[in-house]
């Protein structure tokens, strides 16, 4: 029977593309999360050194909240069961040298995939018995909270903005009604400024 293919395998997954470095960079970070669960692949990729760390840690995320979202799936009992960096499109560019030549650049880049898949009940118990015999939470319940609670930062921020442009769009409407009125008004004036105006001029008329 042949083996599932590593882009075939179950589970929820994230992809990002066109990033601007070369899939043998992303897969040297690849390569050490691979098969870890959530916090433990959270802490390697924020002590990571790669430039390229960043990148996968949002990948990572956005899995673990398609995870949550879509399927149900609490961040504590998932784990990096696939990940893998295909090669996109190359761009070329050119450098100048010496005797009027030029040299091409090839700047890279790369698709990101991570595939998150779901420990048995089994491992999650021997992970929670682990956990309590060190007397803290584990690396993923730690990554979940941080992670909701920069989930909540950011709603809360959201509806921040969305208040503030609210207020904004009630100010603006509120000087648009008075500037209406005011020249309302000002016609008002004027026309009673010419009624006035012609009432004077017939009766200058009719006293001549």
Not at 164 to 183: I, N, P, Q, T, Y
Request: net charge negative; hydrophobic share 35%.
């Amino acid at each position: 029977m042949a083996a599932t293919k590593t882009n075939e395998r179950p589970g929820t997954r994230a992809v990002v593309r066109y990033v601007r470095v070369s899939a043998f960079k992303a897969r040297e970070v690849l390569n050490l999360i691979r098969g870890e669960s959530y916090g433990r692949a959270s802490e390697i990729l924020a002590f990571s050194e790669r430039s390229v760390s960043e990148v996968v840690a949002k990948c990572l995320d956005s899995a673990v909240s398609n995870a949550e979202n879509n399927d149900g799936i609490p961040a504590e009992e998932l784990f990096v069961s696939a990940c893998y960096a295909d090669e996109g499109p190359t761009l070329k560019r050119w450098r100048p040298r010496a005797r009027g030549r030029a040299t091409p650049i090839l700047k890279r880049t790369c698709h990101i995939t991570i595939i998150m898949g779901r420990y048995t009940s089994e491992e999650i118990a021997t992970q929670q018995a682990r956990d309590e015999q060190r007397g803290r939470s584990g690396p993923s319940q730690q990554a979940a909270e941080a992670r909701r609670q920069r989930v909540e930062k950011s709603r809360a921020a959201a509806e921040s903005r969305a208040q503030d442009e609210e207020e904004l769009e009630e100010a603006v409407d509120a000087e648009e009604v008075e500037a209406v009125e005011e020249a309302v008004d000002a016609e008002e004036v004027e026309e009673t400024e010419e009624n006035e105006v012609e009432s004077s001029v017939t009766e200058e008329e009719e006293s001549n």
